[in-house]
Nanobody, 112 residues
Framework: EVQLVESGGGLVQPGGSLRLSCAAS????????MTWVRQAPGKGLEWVSD????????YYADSVKGRFTISRDNAKNTVYLQLNSLKTEDTAMYYC?????RGQGTQVTVSS
């Protein structure tokens, strides 16, 4: 059974940083690309970033490009999302995703 467990969210001021983690189990992690998505209050799911299985190709939504960095450690079955220069509009529940499965999410709140 695929399991994805996100962590690292919290309350941060505008301009601050957070590092999200997603621990994966139940599948051969190193063989799959991984995705981060987010959902702001009252809005639909928004794609944020992808990383390929080897970690050498990354993709970002225009809204986060240059501020967020996705990475992975295949030895630890973990994918990360470094969030820098956070804005109030980044407030959302952040999920990691493998195909159609996502975890329970981790809340990021950007507020002064």
């Amino acid at each position: 059974e695929v399991q994805l467990v996100e962590s690292g969210g919290g309350l941060v001021q505008p301009g601050g940083s957070l590092r999200l983690s997603c621990a994966a189990s139940g599948f051969t992690f190193k063989s799959y690309s991984m995705t981060w998505v987010r959902q702001a209050p009252g809005k639909g799911l928004e794609w944020v970033s992808d990383i390929n299985s080897g970690g050498d190709r990354t993709y970002y939504a225009d809204s986060v490009k240059g501020r967020f960095t996705i990475s992975r450690d295949n030895a630890k079955n973990t994918v990360y999302l470094q969030l820098n220069s956070l804005k109030t509009e980044d407030t959302a529940m952040y999920y990691c995703k493998k195909d159609g499965t996502r975890g329970q999410g981790t809340q990021v709140t950007v507020s002064s």
